[in-house]
């Protein structure tokens, strides 16, 4: 099979109400909800099509948060997940390629080049899947939920849980640091995997929050822990970036 491959960079614009004429429907809208094992594509303005990945900038805030006026002051980012847009001020890089073996490389990088820019909750992509899945495995820091700040006590290796178990709730969001790997399940054995390229990924998979059932699952560059809005430290331009190989099994 010819090696394939598609990238863009892009700059684009968005605002609080999803307004910009560039602005793309998040992939709960879209009513796909199939693992992406069919050829990926890139359109023209950066944004993985099809619903096959979303961009993610936010997360669950903490108690502090909410009341430290971060929700307020970084709402950009909760808009620019909503909207699938890029703000101003960043630049958004992609390539996907198809590899002969059939399995496909995905390397995104996310570059915010502006230094009036609030502090980023996190930065990763998001794919939808069935609700026939049932079970995730990982190579990573388990077996509870742990986070870049608070990992100590979960060692690393590899553990299977329940979909349901590795998910959102208040206060926390089940996450799951430092993987090298992942795979999600359906009880016939079909499924997926998603393997680490250039760093360990962190991830953790919520059940969609539309009228679609099933999972969206969330696999990071980053995601940070709780923010501080009053730090004196000066912003510099920061890139993150993630690749993975994404496979059927």
């Not at 594509?41 to 009341?67: C, H, M, Q």
Request: proline share 8%.
């Amino acid at each position: 099979m010819k090696l394939a491959v598609l990238a863009v960079v892009a700059v684009c614009a968005v605002s609080a109400e999803c307004a910009s004429p560039k602005a793309k429907p998040a992939a709960a809208d879209s009513g796909y909800a199939e693992p992406p094992f069919k050829p990926l594509v890139v359109d023209v303005e950066g944004t993985p099509a099809e619903g096959l990945f979303t961009y993610n900038f936010w997360r669950i805030l903490s108690s502090v948060e909410k009341t430290n006026g971060t929700q307020r002051i970084c709402r950009m980012w909760k808009d620019a997940t909503a909207c699938q847009v890029i703000p101003d001020g960043c630049e958004s890089a992609m390539e996907v390629t198809e590899l002969k073996d059939g399995r496909y490389f995905v390397d995104w990088t996310f570059t915010v080049t502006s230094t009036n820019l609030p502090p980023i909750p996190r930065v990763g992509l998001a794919f939808p899947l069935k609700k026939s899945f049932s079970t995730v495995h990982w190579h990573g820091r388990g077996p509870w939920e742990n986070y870049p700040d608070r990992r100590n006590g979960a060692k690393l290796g590899i553990y299977a849980a329940d979909m349901g178990l590795v998910g959102d709730s208040e206060p926390n969001f089940g996450y799951r640091s430092a993987c090298r790997w992942m795979e999600v399940m359906e009880p016939t054995g079909r499924g997926m995997k998603i393997e680490a390229v250039n760093a360990p990924f962190g991830f953790s998979i919520r059940p969609r929050t539309d009228k679609v059932e099933g999972f969206f699952v969330h696999i990071d560059a980053y995601i940070s822990s709780v923010m501080s809005l009053r730090s004196e430290t000066p912003k510099r331009p920061e890139t993150y970036r993630i690749s993975f190989l994404v496979s059927e099994i």
